[in-house]
């Protein structure tokens, strides 16, 4: 199954892009890459998904290299209630109903 | 919006005891699942079940059991906690298919084993 990999880590201006990358090089291809992020103490809350193009919806965008290899989500104008850990993670293909999480992206945003 | 509660925020159990963590959802969503989160372990699937009476092991099932005998809702059942259960510990649903399958979470159960 293909595996994540993210910074432990980012820092972020209230009101700036965040920008939070994730490699999957050895990802399939017809594995999606989901995004979900878990604010302290609470469940992981979906953000956006995509195969292949990019994706935008009213939360965040996703860019997908085009050999699939690592994507970035966009958060374009952070705010304090952002920080959280952002977790990139590669569906497997005929496993549908496994979520890999791994260690994600702790996202502060300061003011 | 979808949602899926968990019976207890916060639980605390002696070694031994036999424990329920009990989930519901009110989206009819056929899928459910029970992860457990831990430190630097990020989430890991303990078992799901895509229908009423059906389940499946996650890649940590042991010292667990499930229970479905309801679509909206999905039991985990621990026979004799361990302190080595002490976890938070996660529901999730999602819709059947083939397709794209978002999976929603519940809150979470933080449970302490003494």
């Known amino acids: 199954d293909a595996k994540t990999t993210q910074p432990p880590s980012m820092d972020c201006a209230e009101g700036r892009a965040a920008n939070l990358p994730c490699n999957h090089s050895?990802?399939?291809?017809?594995?999606?890459v989901y995004w979900y992020r878990q604010i302290h103490s609470q469940g992981p809350q979906y953000i956006i998904h995509g195969l292949k193009n990019n994706e935008t919806n009213e939360m965040a965008s996703l860019i997908i290299t085009e050999d699939r290899k690592s994507s970035t989500l966009i958060l374009p104008h952070a705010t304090l209630r952002d920080t959280a850990v952002y977790y990139c993670i590669v569906r497997p293909l005929y496993n549908f109903n496994k979520f890999y999480f791994g260690s994600g992206t702790k996202l502060n945003v300061k003011p | 919006d979808v949602k899926v509660t968990q019976s207890s925020r916060y639980l605390v159990k002696r070694t031994g005891e036999k424990v329920f963590l009990e989930c519901v959802q009110d989206?009819?969503?056929?899928?459910m699942f029970w992860y457990r989160q831990d430190p630097g372990l990020g989430l890991r699937l303990i078992y799901f079940?895509?229908?009423?009476?059906?389940?499946e092991k996650g890649d940590i099932p042991e010292g667990y059991s499930v229970s479905r005998e309801k679509k909206e809702r999905f039991s985990l059942i621990l026979e004799s906690a361990s302190t080595n259960q002490t976890s938070m510990y996660l529901c999730?649903?999602?819709?059947?298919?083939?397709?794209?399958?978002?999976?929603?979470f519940g809150p979470g159960t933080r449970l302490l084993v003494l």
């Open positions: 999730a649903s999602s819709l059947a298919g083939q397709g794209v399958e978002t999976q929603y």
């Open positions: 989206m009819d969503h056929e899928n």
């Open positions: 079940s895509y229908d009423v009476k059906m389940k």
């Open positions: 050895t990802i399939s291809g017809n594995e999606y």
